[in-house]
């Protein structure tokens, strides 16, 4: 999937006339947090599957 520079754009006009500006950093925000949790829960099960297979 190779994205450029007009294609982002295009995306980015969409969102802002889905969302509004006034929501778009709530939006920013709670994605972030959500890959945040997404990538802690992926190393909380490799520790332990680390831990259950040194068993």
Known sequence: MNLGMGELLVILMIILVLFGARRLPDLAR????SIREFKKAGRDTEEKNLAESKK
């Not at 709670?30 to 947090?33: A, F, I, K, V």
């Open 30 to 33: 709670s994605l972030g947090e």
